[in-house]
């Protein structure tokens, strides 16, 4: 038995002690350093995006109706946000068109038809797809999507154009898509399968009426989580939509032009680099908010929409 | 086939005349489903059920018992072909279903699941509402009819209509431990199955609920052919007109192999058996 003549010393040691706050104090301060560089960030835009408002207000001609100008030339002062926000949009839609059927059946190949042997080696190679660096993709929709496909089936392709940047952004977010669903159906308990099978149904049946639907929050997610990066994605758009110096509104996705952060892009580098131009400058962090506030709307949303699909089990 | 099956009466007749249960009388005319020989089941290199036979009896309740890892569970899959879905299990030995070899090559797995349903250890309703649990099997088996009558009908058999008629359309998640197990039941019948196999059905419940499972069983079994697979020997005993007992057999190496003990009618099986390792297991001498 211990001797509890006083000398009973529970304080523990005091550098061990030390070395717990040490510790606690350098996750603290790298996750506060984390937050403020966000909230800086986030300041920031606002605060351009303000002074751009303004600047255009008092400075242009036409003050916010450059806003609606014909199309997004931001060295003229015309800074039509339906332009590059439309584009966007095509570029996205075309991107999900194709990286939804594509990225949802391998992740139901993989999950629920390859055998373990097969899903082995063909995971990691889906994953090793998602590591090609963009401007890759962007080259070669550039070089490849757009004469060897599109010319053979719509000879009045233009040589940049929002149809190839689609395709290359929906490559580029299939491996997102794929794998995140697949994980989500993986985490289907085995026993909602076993009940499905044991009631006689096949494995189509299996597969689309009870796993994806079991699995529907994480599919949504993943979906969404693909829609962000299509609407972010820089490079392959730079390259493959084209169109430097600024564009027209064109609703055909056979003709070049600039999405939003395509304008981003061509204002930061090159021949077209903002130097002088202060409203134009000021542009950028403009369309830098306002991607900000769509990925983020987006976000919420699929918050949203997951917690009223999702099925527990 | 015939001759067999003749054969099967008379040793049901001769298990039955001695025995006191006067109830089993019912089923001296019943015939074989089920006739398994030899039957040896493997999962890659594990070989988890030696040189088993046995035949299961049209409307009985025929009971799996044993300890843990004798392959009871692993027989009874061999039943709907469900060890299919794992990977790497092979069975030698023939299984026939109504004289017809299961695992003969143009035997389609999901045909012969839809004749014989599966109940599981765990409640695993679907993540739906109870309506939509009971009309699954036979939606994807392309039936046609009307929907309401049979989710009416089969939710009656299953003992389960009072409590959730006013509810169909409530997520079966709602229901207690008990209720989704007798839903899960109810599911299994609404095909219209010829067997019905439990695997554990009573393992995750309570004494209530397991008592109204058995209930269930009794009445089911004048429908339905029930191959249960229990841990609980009481259950066995309650419930089953016929008892296989399964024993482990420990290898040099550890490794587990199940085998058949001992396979006659319940009342024998507890009161009198014939061997002494079921005897030891029955009175909790096992091991």
């Known amino acids: 038995m211990l001797e509890t003549q006083g000398s009973l010393d529970l304080s523990g040691d005091p550098r061990r002690l030390r070395h717990e706050r040490t510790v606690r104090r350098v996750f603290l301060s790298a996750a506060v350093f984390t937050i403020l560089v966000s909230v800086a960030i986030v300041l920031s835009l606002v605060g351009e995006a303000v002074a751009f408002l303004q600047s255009i207000a008092s400075e ?60 082995r080696v063909l995971k990691p190679v889906l994953e090793i797809l998602a590591g090609i660096p963009s401007v890759v993709l962007g080259y070669f929709a550039l070089r490849f999507i757009t004469p060897d496909i599109l010319r053979n089936i719509w000879d009045t392709t233009q040589q940049s154009n929002l149809m190839a940047a689609g395709i290359g952004v929906g490559i580029l977010i299939i491996p997102l898509v794929s794998s995140v669903s697949e994980d989500a159906m993986q985490a289907v308990p085995r026993s909602l399968r076993e009940a499905s099978y044991g009631l006689g149904a096949k494995k189509w049946h299996t597969s689309l009426r009870v796993v994806f639907p079991a699995a529907l929050s994480g599919i949504v997610a993943a979906l969404i989580l693909g829609l962000s990066r299509s609407i972010g994605e820089t490079m392959v758009v730079a390259i493959a939509a084209g169109a430097t110096g600024g564009s ?58 997951v917690r009223r699909f999702r099925q527990k089990y | ?75 009874l899959r061999c039943l709907n072909r469900m060890n299919d879905l794992i990977d790497g299990a092979r069975v030698e030995g023939r ?74 359309e409530n997520s079966a998640f709602d229901l207690s431990g008990g209720q989704q197990q007798r839903l899960c039941i109810a599911r299994a019948i609404a095909t219209s199955p010829d067997v019905v196999l439990m695997d554990e059905p009573c393992s995750a419940l309570d004494p209530i609920a397991t008592y109204r499972i058995e209930t269930l069983m009794r009445e089911l079994k004048k429908q339905y052919t029930i191959v249960v697979v229990t841990h609980n020997m009481q259950q066995a005993a309650r419930v089953s007109d016929r008892t296989a007992f399964f024993s482990v057999d420990v290898g040099e190496e550890g490794q587990r192999t199940g085998r058949l003990v001992e396979y006659d009618m319940t009342d024998r099986v507890f009161t009198a058996p014939s061997m002494k390792e079921t005897e030891d297991y029955i009175t909790g001498r096992f091991g």
């Open chain 1, 60 to 119: 242009v001609e036409e003050g916010l109706g450059s806003l609606f100008a014909d199309g997004w030339f931001p060295r003229r002062d015309r800074f039509d946000l339906r332009t590059i926000v439309w584009h966007t949009l095509a570029v996205s839609g075309i991107a999900m068109t194709v990286a939804t059927p594509l990225g949802l059946g391998a992740a139901i190949y993989l999950s629920e038809y390859a055998k373990p042997g097969v899903r």
């Open chain 1, 248 to 305: 027209l509104l064109q609703l055909s996705p056979l003709n070049g032009g600039q999405t939003m952060t395509g304008a981003m892009a061509s204002l930061a580098i090159g021949s077209d680099q903002v130097a002088g131009g202060v409203a134009a400058f000021q542009s950028l962090f403009f369309v830098g908010l306002l991607l900000f506030l769509m990925t983020l709307v987006l976000n919420i949303g699929s918050e949203r929409l």
């Open chain 2, 1 to 75: 086939m015939s001759t067999r099956m003749e054969l099967a009466s008379t040793v049901v007749e001769d298990a039955v005349s001695p025995g006191p249960s006067a109830g089993l009388a019912g089923s001296a005319g019943s015939s074989a489903i089920f006739e398994i020989q030899d039957l040896n089941v493997y999962y890659r290199d594990f070989h988890a059920v030696t040189d088993t036979s046995l035949n299961i009896y049209q409307n009985e309740i025929t009971a799996l018992i044993g300890p843990s890892g004798c392959g009871k569970s692993t027989v």
């Open chain 2, 95 to 168: 299984v026939t279903y109504h004289g017809i070899d299961l695992y003969g090559s143009s035997v389609d797995p999901v045909e012969v699941r839809r004749r014989v349903g599966m109940v599981f250890q765990k409640p695993n309703p679907f993540p739906k509402s109870i309506y939509e649990n009971i009309v699954f099997g036979p939606r994807v088996a392309g039936w046609k009819g009307n929907f309401d009558d049979l989710v009416e009908e089969t939710l009656v058999r299953a003992a389960l209509w009072d409590e959730v008629k006013d509810k169909l």
